[in-house]
């Protein structure tokens, strides 16, 4: 009986170790503002923020997320 035990947990363990290594997780960034977002400098900002993340070889979407909040004042 322990033995059985025994190999299914390995079992169990090399299945979910392969799961896992299969789903490759993208990297959430989260963006915080003070401001609101229909603010005058927003879109800059986040056109430059953007641009520094693409120069280090990020894409939102494709292999980044971006979560976005606005404290509104």
């Given at each position: 009986m322990r033995r059985r035990e025994?190999?299914?947990?390995?079992?169990?363990?090399?299945?979910?170790?392969?799961?896992?290594?299969a789903q490759q997780l993208?990297?959430?960034?989260?963006?915080?503002?003070?401001?609101?977002?229909?603010?005058?400098?927003?879109?800059a900002r986040l056109t430059a923020f953007r641009r520094g993340l693409s120069e280090m070889s990020y894409v939102e979407g494709q292999n980044v997320a971006i979560e976005y909040r606005w404290a509104e004042g």
């Open positions: 025994l190999v299914l947990l390995l079992g169990g363990a090399m299945m979910t170790a392969r799961t896992l290594r993208m990297p959430v960034i989260g963006y915080l503002s003070a401001g609101w977002p229909e603010s005058d400098n927003i879109p």
